[in-house]
């Protein structure tokens, strides 16, 4: 069971209540006038200190005096607007914010949405209207009036100058002083201007003929100018050819009796050419080597040549034609060896002839055939004259061997030399294409270290062979 004790002094003495109910509730009756209830702890302290609540108020309301500070309260029982605290008194409310209770902006008095005058105190760390300005960073800075960079301070005469990337700087300027006029003067030049003074702003006009002087022709045509550069008469032609009379060309003197020099890439003589520092000698003609060389003097035959004519026969070469200033006489007609000349004069010289064509008799005092040595044959043999007419050829031991002839032309002619080997057993041979006489083929010699000798000559068709055997060599 619950219950609840009340204070003597009111009630009477300590009184216990019980609950009027199996749950617990309890009906206290206070007199309607002036009746107070008074509940203290045990130590006689009427504050409600811990007193704990385990349910909710559910009807009813609050008549008592305000709870103070200390105690968890407000110290007031009404709050309307701005509230505000000591921390130690009962709050106070206010339907605007004082002045009096925003410190640090000095004074600041209301005005449109769209500007507020602030006289005295900072905005972001900015010193408005002070003496010692502090550092901020402003989206846009409007100046109405004076704009004053105490932290920056330049010197006479500088100006305050962007580079459009950084805070502007004091620079100094070019030049001193204060222009109220300008004028120009063309000087010596031979150049005009107009326009001037400016005064304020204008524009100034310049005119007239360079003098050559400061670079210029002096004139205003085309001839005047060569005249005044002493380029004597030039007219332009046709885009082939300029005539020239007078003056000079990269110091080559034209017309003139005293030439100078000049490097001319293609140089056309009408009439003459006479070259004063090229002299050559009496006599000598002046001759080009070709593309890329200099003409240089040479001495050319002398004497005029006014005719030459070509004639007579000799063995048949005829010599004719004829020649007044240049040009060739021809060589014709066929050598005649009918009457040849003699061929090494009287004492005959040697020599090698491919062909020896002799239309009478052939007398020769001595010859000497060249000899082929064919060396040791095997089983077959290829005999060839190209080089020489007596050929030696040695059977090898005990090898029969097989001779082919060469070509039958007419009028050819060999000689064989046909040896058995020194030493082994002997053996024979034979010949391809050859007719022998009525004793038939020879055999040849079998006996080693002998030798047969063949001679064969040709008619155009077949060979024909002899045979003399038996030699010891």
Known sequence: MSRLIFNADTLGGTTTLSSADAVGNFTITVPAVNGTLSVKDASNDATFRNITLTGAVLAGAWNGSAITVPFGGTGAVTLTGYVKGTGTAALTASATIPNTDITGLGTMSTQNASAVAITGGTANSLILGGTTPAAATVTTLRIDSTLSLAGATGTSGQVLTSNGASAPTWQNIAGSGTVTSIDVSGGTTGLTTSGG?????????????????????????????????????????????????????????????????????????????????????????????????????????????????????????????????????????????????????????????????????????????????????????????????????????????????????????????????????????????????????????????????????????????????????
């Open 197 to 473: 003074p400016v005064t304020g702003s204008g524009t100034i006009t310049l005119a007239g003929t360079l003098a050559i002087a400061n670079g210029g022709t002096g004139a205003t045509t085309d001839s005047a100018a060569r005249t005044a550069l002493g380029l004597g008469t030039m007219a332009v032609q046709a885009a082939s050819s300029v005539a020239i009379t007078g003056g000079s060309i990269n110091g080559t003197s034209l017309g003139a009796t005293t030439a100078g020099s000049a490097k001319v890439t293609t140089l056309d003589i009408a009439s003459g050419l006479t070259l004063a520092t090229l002299a050559g000698t009496s006599g000598q003609v002046l001759t080009s080597a070709g593309a890329g060389f200099v003409p240089t003097w040479t001495t050319a035959a002398t004497g005029t040549v006014t005719s030459v004519a070509g004639t007579g026969t000799v063995n048949g070469l005829t010599l004719t034609g004829t020649v007044t200033s240049s040009g060739s006489l021809t060589l014709g007609g066929t050598l005649s060896l009918v009457s040849p000349p003699a061929i090494g004069s009287t004492t005959p010289n040697t020599g090698a002839f491919t062909t020896l064509t002799s239309s009478t008799s052939f007398v020769p005092t001595a010859y000497t055939e060249t000899i082929v040595a064919s060396g040791t044959v095997g089983a077959s043999a290829t005999l060839a004259i190209t080089a020489g007419t007596i050929l030696t050829a040695t059977l090898t031991s005990a090898t029969a061997c097989t001779f082919t002839m060469p070509t039958a032309t007419a009028g050819k002619s060999f000689t064989l030399l046909l040896k058995q080997p020194a030493s082994g057993t002997a053996t024979t041979a034979t010949f391809t294409g050859v007719k022998w006489g009525s004793i038939g083929a020879p055999t040849i010699t079998a006996t080693v270290g002998k030798l047969d000798i063949l001679a064969f000559i040709a008619d155009g068709t077949n060979w024909y062979g002899t045979a003399s055997q038996g030699y010891t060599y």
